[in-house]
């Protein structure tokens, strides 16, 4: 008995991201040996993406709520840098991919199948969504997972329970530890989940499929590993002053991979909560920027808009002049930080952009059937790239801020 407890003790005590990678391999070793075994495990994995959809509804709300409500007089959050962080990271973003689809010209092979579909017909429909998830019902953003409304609510009940008595604060607080170290708990399953995730990736989609795409694939990915290893270290830098390395292998190697596993934001956003208590970041910081991320962070949505609307662009032979496509950055941008708003995320949002050159929402339409055929790579990528950046501008921002109380001191 003391053995096994032992045991289960060295095992909860264990690297993470060593027992993901674990799980990783064997998810890769089981859907290599039987389809159908990895069929029987795919629970795990749906399990356990359901236990963080789950519970970060929850924790954004009473995280932000506490962190407001117990928030002392002057103390400061930091939120404009951190704001200021993601609008020049996804801008940085589309740009980069504007270049890379001008170095890298993609044609595309046109697909049907996104019948029933319905993509925003303007960057002002998609404001339009993003403001009426601001005044949604509380109890419907928890449910349907609106982190906007989420966190609207969330900085109200703070703002108001912030002359609350002591007992009412310490009780708010005492809700926040418990529901993080529930958190902390679903995170530790990490590897049985990410093990579900990847067997049943490999056993019912394989890449095999993906082959006729590997150049769209590759100029995708490829913005945006330049992204997470060149120009948001060189941004960090910028803003800290030191080398930006460790901070950003740390994020890519903690929330980079369960996020690439996952797919979702939503679902990594108590992953990247838990890496940023590991950072020692301030909480009444992290319990909004990282929510907030989530939904306006979004670097590698962007990427994904300019690339395929050019590709569309060069498969029809439209002519794209540099400064057409500056402006294209400008609106993939927009659109990014509105993805979270729409249904379908980055790629419904395609035939926003490609309206700008004349193209037709049918042709649109097949361009966004492409990306839903590429998305086992493109959307784990994509997700991978703009979880980690909020808790790396996120740090970036508090460490700036902290070197600066440093020099007036």
């Known amino acids: ?55 970060a509804p929850v924790l954004v709300f009473v995280l932000v709520a506490s962190s407001i409500a117990n928030q002392k007089v002057g103390s400061h959050t930091n939120m404009r840098p951190i704001i200021t962080l993601y609008l020049i990271g996804t801008f940085a973003a589309a740009i980069t991919a504007v270049i890379f689809s001008f170095l890298f010209p993609t044609t595309l092979l046109l ?12 960057i002002g429909e998609v404001l339009n969504t993003l403001l009426f998830k601001v005044v949604d019902n509380p109890v419907n953003a ?36 418990a529901v993080s170290s529930i ?42 590993l330049f992204i997470a290893l060149v120009v948001n270290p060189l941004i960090v830098y910028l803003k800290i002053k030191r080398n930006p390395y460790p901070l950003v ?32 970041l301030h909480k009444d910081t992290y319990s909004v920027s990282i929510p907030l991320g989530a939904t ?20 029809l032979g439209i002519h794209v002049d540099f400064m057409t496509a500056i402006l294209l950055s400008v609106v993939a941008a927009v659109s990014a930080c509105g993805a979270s708003g729409v249904a379908g995320g980055s790629l419904l949002l395609i035939p926003l952009a490609c309206s700008l050159f004349g193209i037709s929402n049918d042709v649109a339409m097949q361009v966004v059937a492409v990306g839903f055929i590429i998305g086992v790579i493109q959307d784990s990528a994509e997700t991978a790239l703009n979880s980690s950046t909020d808790v790396v501008f996120t740090a970036a921002a508090c460490e700036a801020a902290e070197n600066a109380e440093q020099k007036e001191s």
């Open 111 to 122: 697909a049907t199948g996104i019948e029933g579909s319905n993509p925003p017909q303007g």
């Open 183 to 224: 958190v902390r708990f679903v995170i530790r399953l990490a590897p049985i989940g990410i093990f579900g995730l990847v067997a049943a990736t490999f056993a019912t989609t394989g890449f095999s499929a993906l082959s006729g795409y590997a150049q769209l694939l590759a100029v995708l990915v490829g913005a945006m």
């Open 249 to 280: 292998f740390k994020c890519l190697r903690q929330s980079g991979v369960t996020a690439f596993f996952t797919r979702s934001s939503a679902a990594n956003i108590p992953v990247n909560m838990s890496l940023c208590e590991e950072l020692k």
């Open 296 to 315: 306006i962070n979004m670097g590698g949505a962007a990427i994904t808009i300019t690339v395929l609307t050019l590709a569309a662009a060069h498969t």
């Open 1 to 55: 008995m003391n053995q096994n407890t032992s045991l289960l003790a060295r095992v909860a005590n264990g690297s993470l991201v060593l027992q993901i990678i674990v799980g990783i391999i064997l998810g890769v070793v089981i859907a290599s040996i039987s389809t159908s075994a990895a069929g029987n495990v795919a629970f795990l994995g749906d399990l356990f993406v359901g236990a963080l959809k789950a519970i």
């Open 142 to 177: 928890l449910m349907t997972g609106n982190y906007i409304g989420i966190l609207v609510w969330g900085v109200g009940l703070g703002l108001a329970m912030h002359r609350a008595s002591d007992a009412s604060k310490a009780m708010l607080s005492d809700l926040s530890d």
